[in-house]
T-cell receptor, first 113, second 114 residues
Framework: KAGVTQTPRYLIKTRGQQVTLSCSPI?????VSWYQQTPGQGLQFLFE???????NKGNFPGRFSGRQFSNSRSEMNVSTLELGDSALYLC????????????FGPGTRLTVT | GDSVTQMEGPVTLSEEAFLTINCTYT??????LFWYVQYPGEGLQLLLK?????DKGSNKGFEATYRKETTSFHLEKGSVQVSDSAVYFC?????????????FGTGTRLLVSP
């Protein structure tokens, strides 16, 4: 089975711009979660989507949003980028079993200048 | 809220040494517990998991036991290799989020020298 894929792998944006990141989950996985990883804050949960509905949400401002399509692929969008948004954004997918593990993609490295 | 505490790194060991990375957690109910590993420039790889008390997760020589009484999930390996050098993250997922939100520790960097 192919793993979780994320595109693009690297991105450089200017403050004030917006960005869209894409994630394709493992085939058959309907849950997709997003995490932000920074040296200062570590790994923080952004949100989780299941069957096109946001099921869980972390403590991030409204500039961070996401969506999921009927094929389970997901996108996250960050509007009005700030320097502090520079981070590795990780996507993870999981199946439906209780106690299910999440499988991560390689991440998108976003740099805001 | 739910939280995970890991020992500070880096942990520096010689090849074939014994490894322990401590992890304790705070959560209501019975969370699922995980260890993930991150190699430079890569995403997270699931190393092992345990979903109930006294479960032992194991993979590639690494082991961790879910201890409810001490709220711990310490990672151990009997003989580390240079290729084990990476950052290790302890994490939990709780029932109140449908086990879908991972809460991570700060990570522990392991450096193994030949």
């Amino acid at each position: 089975k192919a793993g979780v894929t994320q595109t693009p792998r690297y991105l450089i944006k200017t403050r004030g711009q917006q960005v869209t990141l894409s994630c394709s989950p493992i085939s058959g996985h309907r849950s997709v979660s997003w995490y932000q990883q920074t040296p200062g804050q570590g790994l923080q949960f952004l949100f989780e989507y299941f069957s096109e509905t946001q099921r869980n949400k972390g403590n991030f401002p409204g500039r961070f949003s996401g969506r999921q399509f009927s094929n389970s692929r997901s996108e996250m969008n960050v509007s009005t980028l700030e320097l502090g948004d520079s981070a590795l954004y990780l996507c993870a997918s999981s199946g439906d079993r209780v106690g299910r593990e999440q499988y991560f993609g390689p991440g998108t490295r976003l740099t805001v200048t | 809220g739910d939280s995970v505490t890991q020992m500070e790194g880096p942990v520096t060991l010689s090849e074939e040494a014994f490894l322990t990375i401590n992890c304790t957690y705070t959560a209501t109910g019975y969370p699922s517990l995980f260890w993930y590993v991150q190699y430079p420039g890569e995403g997270l790889q699931l190393l092992l998991k345990a979903t109930k008390a006294d479960d032992k997760g194991s993979n590639k020589g690494f082991e961790a036991t879910y201890r409810k009484e001490t709220t711990s999930f310490h990672l151990e390996k009997g003989s580390v290799q240079v290729s084990d050098s990476a950052v290790y993250f302890c994490a939990l997922s709780a029932e109140n989020t449908g086990f879908q939100k991972l809460v991570f520790g700060t990570g522990t960097r392991l450096l193994v020298s030949p």
